[in-house]
């Protein structure tokens, strides 16, 4: 079972579509995004049932899209299980911060836990790095490095049209979980005040999880973040 949300941004001329789909059962956002040229990239790939895998293949086949890269806001495996479906269907490896290296080590046995079958996960293909730019058509991210709620946690921020996708560093009302493997509060709340906090109060968050919120949202609302 999933869902999905399609969004619009357009600003001066240039259009950006960010399409959402919520996979498996841990309601996964995974994001396409493209623009007029019909180049994307698709960030954290969390497919995991065929009916999911199929709904990912079929949108990007109907709107003629060439995937150009696979990214991860981080490893976590209900954010990486769909990987494997994107690489033997587009020849795209994923692309990662070097930090993550534990949880793509143990991706089968982080799996077995919540039941994801998990065989031989394979490396990233490109580290990512804090400052580094995606391009893809005329469009381009930044990355930034935010962990906290796992080492090799990072961020892609679009300045121009003022969005970033966050993975599960901050949520509407609410921020990563830190009591798993490498979390930690203190280097999570300090990732979101030097990292995201400083956006501009309209910038739109895309989360890993649920629906999407503002940084002005969350400064003024979020009760984790009171006073940061």
Known sequence: MSFSIFVFLKINN???NIKTFVFNFIQTNTYVLYDETKEC?????ACNED???EELKNFITEHGLLPKRLLNTHCHVDHVIGNQFIIDNYNIGY???ADGKLFWEMASEFGSVF?????DFPKPV?????GDKINFGVSELDVVYTPGHADG???FINRKQKFIIVGDVLFKDSIGRTDLPTGNYDVLIKSIKNQLFTLDD?????TGHGPSTTIGYEKKNNQFLKGI
């Open 95 to 97: 692309e990662a911060h």
């Open 202 to 206: 309209d910038f739109i968050v895309y």
């Open 153 to 155: 946690s990072i961020c």
């Open 126 to 130: 490109n580290f990512l790095k804090h």
């Open 14 to 16: 240039v259009m950006i």
């Open 41 to 45: 990239v698709i960030i954290d790939s």
């Open 51 to 53: 009916i999911e895998r």
């Open 115 to 119: 039941n994801f079958k998990i065989n």
